[in-house]
């Protein structure tokens, strides 16, 4: 399982566009990039997954560069409601017909009005 | 769909007493896992079972047992239970053969052990 590092707190103004950054310098080629989200007394909840380049869905956008070595969560013009702690995690098939994702502390984010 | 349903949500056990915790899924997922988490800490993962009938230990496994119970349900036993034990449990399922579909949690059990 490849190690992940972010920052440990980010501050953002409502309506701005935030960019989380990850490294995950030993990463394996069947490795996935993933992020979660959690709010406070709630189950992490998934945001969006990739491999390589760019995934767009309706909550963020993930870019990976081709080295896969790092990762960036752009959430677009946050809201308070964004305010949460976000996973990084890089992880693929254990070789036993699953996969276990480890969790590291997560970047908490918190919008300011 | 429920999702994850945890039971129960919240829970306070006195230092020996046994509980299990219970979780089911009705995704039709393959694979469960149970992880705890302390404040200001990300999550570790206790025991995951890849699919029915199958049971692995995870990070911190010391004073835990559970049970694939069918498909759908997967229990966590603590025996004895002691103070470090204090903490919010999350069950969470998974498609078993790639990581393509990512994680679904439950809501949490918050246990106190006095």
């Known amino acids: 399982l490849a190690k992940t590092t972010q920052p440990i707190s980010m501050d953002s103004y409502e309506g701005q566009e935030v960019n989380i950054t990850c490294s995950h310098n030993?990463?394996?080629?069947?490795?996935?990039i993933t992020w979660y989200q959690q709010f406070p007394s709630q189950g992490p909840r998934f945001i969006i997954q990739g491999y390589k380049t760019k995934v767009t869905n309706e909550v963020a956008s993930l870019f990976i560069p081709a080295d896969r070595k790092s990762s960036t969560l752009s959430l677009p013009r946050v809201s308070l409601s964004d305010t949460a702690v976000y996973y990084c995690l890089a992880s693929g098939d254990s070789g036993a017909g699953s996969y276990q994702l480890t969790f590291g502390k997560g970047t908490k984010l918190s919008v300011i009005p | 769909n429920a999702g994850v349903t945890q039971t129960p949500k919240f829970q306070v056990l006195k230092t020996g007493q046994s509980m299990t915790l219970q979780c089911a899924q009705d995704?039709?997922?393959?694979?469960m896992y149970w992880y705890r988490q302390d404040p200001g800490m990300g999550l570790r993962l206790i025991y995951y079972s890849a699919s029915e009938g199958t049971t692995d230990k995870g990070e911190v496994p010391n004073g835990y047992n559970v049970s694939r119970l069918n498909k759908r349900e997967f229990s966590l036993r603590l025996e004895s239970a002691a103070p470090s034990q204090t903490s919010v449990y999350f069950c969470?399922?998974?498609?078993?053969?790639?990581?393509?579909?990512?994680?679904?949690f439950g809501s949490g059990t918050r246990l106190t052990v006095v």
């Open positions: 030993n990463i394996a080629t069947n490795d996935y």
């Open positions: 969470a399922s998974s498609e078993a053969t790639t990581p393509n579909y990512g994680y679904t």
């Open positions: 995704m039709n997922h393959n694979s």
